[in-house]
């Protein structure tokens, strides 16, 4: 089973090696999402992420408004996806970071309307 582990997939890592200087700090943030993916995520199961940006700038010891730039930098590369444009509500794309099988991320790749009515759970 690997219900435990989170899979990051090459083409990802490889992305990110590239634009390495464009997202300078925001990998900070996307690894700060990440976690909390691990740390409250069910294996095969999407779920959104309300965040507090002001939490997020304390536990990464920076400013406010550098988290919303490196939030938006990841929104613009699709790593982060915002259902709501004016709420706090994130999920990581699942085409880069999934908790779960390859069976399931099949099924949620295919059917992207199951992003509509995901559960939303607080960060921190």
């Known amino acids: 089973k690997d219900g435990k582990f989170v899979k990051v997939y090459q083409a990802f890592t490889q992305e990110l090696i590239q634009r390495l200087d464009y997202l ?14 691990i740390r409250n995520g069910v294996p095969n199961k999407l ?35 915002q259902p709501t444009k004016y709420k706090p509500i994130f999920l990581l794309n699942p085409k880069y970071v999934w908790i779960g099988d390859a069976e399931n991320l099949a099924k949620i790749l ?14 921190g």
């Open 47 to 81: 779920f959104k992420l309300y965040v507090d940006y002001s939490k997020i700038a304390k536990e990464l010891n920076m400013g406010e408004r550098t988290v919303r730039a490196h939030i938006k930098k990841l929104k613009e590369l699709d790593i982060l996806i």
């Open 110 to 123: 295919t059917q992207p309307s199951l992003f509509d009515d995901l559960p939303v759970i607080v960060a």
């Open 24 to 37: 300078n700090g925001a990998l900070k943030v996307l690894m700060w999402f990440v976690d909390q993916y």
